[in-house]
């Protein structure tokens, strides 16, 4: 680690400033002000004068004042080279490929998962087939929270809000002929203890194909903002064996599944429970650092390490705002990673990123409303330069996408990629005085925010304290209470309300039978294993938890033995304890 | 004599993992004067008994992870079973689609909260549903 002791803020306000060359020369801005504080006088109106500066009211949005007009007095000091730069190159504020998406259009990745593993094998054969460049695999209720279909508490919930996964067995079946040479795939595990129980499963079905690990391509989530702060569940292992686990996963993914993005630093669902769109990039952010500097005392190299690194944001209704922080995103993790960690490789200083429209800015009322809304956030996220896009389907108010509502998202996505050229010039917002503001804004906060948690002892200590639980908590109750006075407007909601009568739409109901055929093969599955191996299995993983070695290779030893998730996840209760988390009401 | 202050029993229903709605509702109900207790992510059968435990007037779950028809309905039979259905409200509240809300409604349910419900109409039909208690 270069820098390794100063604190962020001086870290970055120590980048050499020797060659500076701004754009805008200081005569012209001095004209450019004299004029401007005529045309104020002159032109506007005193209403306009005085309501200058205007805070949208926009679901979890940044809450920046924006300005009347934008001109170069907003930006005074914006060095091109310093601080854009050209597409690939440093601070990579325009994006991190040179040729952008005409040279690797944007990943069309939409999440499925529901009923049991053979369902949601039909509906990724049928996303494929439809055109989908990339899978992506949500789990259910139980699979999520680590119990299995046959545990009493996953009663009723088998195959809902994703798909059942109990063993290395339903992992084969989930991928069955699907080329996972070919197709990367997001395996959306959330916490760092499910990654740690499924991503091997996942990895043993891999092997039972004869696909070696260096063919597989595709990311798991592995967060402990996920784990920790952002799910309501009934058990909970403490965070500093979880953030041990997120580093296990992403130590082992990274030495041993080359192509692999071992982690992807989740803001999406914490902005979505509730933080302002600059909190979510500076948590993410504080977590990756921690995590950087956590491999590093490992003794890993920090270019081996950080190369692998992507982020996951909600994009929201703030238009500008949106694109603005991902460009500012790029340009922080650069200026992090090269100033912090004194990273060399350019590639490490990447901040590579899947989006997601926003789930929570989808109403219930009149929801073919929400492929419009969808639609203005998808446009946003790719004139931000994201990397790989889930476009929110219109009926999620009711229940998961039915087939059509998850084909018109693929469908809006492709829309944009095919049909609205936004995709042949790069980064087409830069230099616009108003964009470059923003981008600025978003920066200086998110340093702002880190540095907040930097002063109470880093990520971990935040979330241990409660610090982070009671931020988002309080940032709710708030944001929902303008929800609901139209502080924030939501058409059809709380303006523009019709009044009329809604047609129904077609909602997804779960397939029948999920529950019981995950019942048989666990059953199946327990007769047929050699127990003796499956019982010895568990057993080195609970010594290993208990030890200070990497625990993945242990659980990959548990999924080629038949265990089961439920098998494992009592290893680690029984290994690290439970842990209450703070309460916020 | 002193109106009585309505105790209201919260919970999340099974392992659904969303939580800011019902962290909302549990704060309105409470600065509209009621009682809240929130017990978190519960099974049915450990709802019912903490409805008794506490002697709860309204017994209200969340669930916006598409079990609520399966676990809804046990509750309710499990209520009934443990006589404490008829003295009681049950409310609930999630992502619920239209033709679920109504076989919930058949099942007992008193009242279904879906997305965009404003809390003021959650505060009053709980203040009007238990006067007729």
């Known amino acids: 680690m270069a820098e390794g002791k100063k604190t962020l803020k001086e870290i970055i306000n120590k980048i050499p400033q020797d060659k500076r060359q701004t754009l805008f020369d200081g005569k012209a801005l001095d004209l450019i002000k004299e004029g401007t504080i005529k045309w104020k006088e002159e032109s506007l109106k005193e209403g306009d004068r005085k309501n200058w500066k205007v805070t949208p009211g926009t679901t979890l949005g940044s809450e920046i004042p924006r300005n009347l007009i934008y001109t170069p007095l907003d930006t005074p000091d914006l060095d091109y080279r310093r601080d854009l730069g050209n597409s690939g190159q440093e601070p990579f504020t325009r994006g991190v490929h040179p040729n952008m998406y005409r040279g690797k259009k944007f990943t069309m990745r939409q999440i499925n998962g529901f009923g049991g593993p053979e369902d949601t094998n039909k509906r990724l054969k049928f996303m494929l087939d439809s055109g989908a460049t990339g899978l992506s695999v949500i789990f259910d209720l139980p699979t999520t929270q680590m119990y299995d279909s046959d545990d009493p508490i996953s009663s009723g919930q088998v195959g809902t809000s994703g798909v059942a996964i109990d063993s290395t067995r339903d992992m084969e079946i989930l991928f069955d002929a699907i080329p996972l040479e070919e197709v990367t795939v997001s395996i959306v595990t959330h916490f760092p203890s499910n990654t740690a129980i499924l991503f091997p499963m996942f990895l043993a079905a891999a092997e039972k194909r004869g696909i070696s690990f260096d063919r597989l391509g595709g990311t798991v989530q592995n967060d402990t903002t996920m784990e920790e702060v952002v799910r309501s569940g009934p058990e909970y292992l403490p965070p500093k064996d979880v953030f041990r686990i997120q580093c296990d996963n992403n130590e082992y993914i990274r030495q041993n599944i080359p192509r692999w993005n071992f982690t992807t630093f989740n803001g999406y669902n914490l902005r979505e429970f509730g933080t302002s769109s600059v909190t979510e990039i500076a948590i993410a952010f504080a977590n990756a650092m921690e995590t950087l500097e956590n491999l590093s005392s490992r003794g890993h190299d920090i270019d081996f390490i950080a190369k692998r690194l992507a982020f996951f944001w909600s994009i929201s209704n703030d238009f500008f705002d ?64 994201a990397q790989s896009l889930h476009v929110s389907s219109y009926d999620e108010a009711y229940a998961v996408p039915t087939e059509e509502a998850a084909l018109l998202s693929l469908r809006t996505q492709q829309i944009i990629q095919a049909e609205t050229a936004v995709t042949e010039v790069v980064d087409p917002l830069g230099g616009s005085y108003y964009v470059e503001a923003l981008t600025d804004e978003i920066e200086k906060r998110i340093i702002d925010e880190l540095s907040q948690i930097e002063a109470q002892g880093g990520y971990v200590k935040a979330i241990e304290r409660g610090w982070l639980h009671r931020k988002v908590a309080t940032y709710f109750q708030t944001e929902q209470a303008k929800m609901e006075s139209g502080e924030i407007p939501i058409v059809g909601l709380n303006c523009y309300k019709s009044g009329r009568k809604e047609a129904p739409i077609d909602v997804f109901s779960y397939p029948e039978e999920a529950e019981k055929r995950q019942l048989d093969k666990l059953a199946r599955l327990k007769d047929e294993r050699d127990s003796k191996k499956a019982q010895r299995a568990l057993k080195t993983l609970e010594d290993a938890c208990k030890s200070d070695t990497n625990i993945v290779p242990y659980s990959l030893e548990c999924a080629r033995a038949g265990c089961s998730e439920g098998e494992i996840f009592k290893v680690f209760k029984s290994a690290y304890g439970l842990w209450n988390p703070p309460e916020v009401f | 004599m002193m109106k009585k202050t309505i105790k209201v029993l919260l919970a999340k229903l099974g392992l659904d993992i969303h939580n800011r709605g019902v962290l909302f509702v549990a704060k309105n109900l409470r600065d509209a004067g009621m009682e809240v207790i929130y017990i978190g992510n519960s099974t049915p059968q450990q709802i019912i008994n903490s409805a008794i435990q506490e002697d709860a007037d309204v017994v209200g779950v969340s669930s916006l992870g598409g079990a609520h028809l399966i676990l809804g309905e046990k509750l309710i039979s499990l209520a009934k079973k443990e006589h404490i259905k008829e003295d009681r409200i049950y409310l609930m509240g999630g992502a619920v689609p239209e033709e679920d809300m109504k076989k919930l409604e058949r099942a007992g349910f008193d009242a279904i909260f879906t997305s965009g419900a404003a809390s003021k109409e959650i505060v009053s039909s709980i203040e009007n549903l238990v006067k007729e208690l």
């Open chain 1, 322 to 385: 949106e694109a603005a922080r991902i460009r500012a995103a790029r340009r922080l993790w650069s200026r992090i990673m090269k100033y912090k960690f004194g990273a060399k490789d350019p590639r490490s200083q990447w901040m590579r990123c899947h989006v997601q429209t926003s789930g929570l800015t989808l109403t219930r009322q009149e929801p073919l409303n929400n492929i419009v809304r969808a639609s203005y956030q998808a446009l946003a996220s790719v004139l931000g330069g």
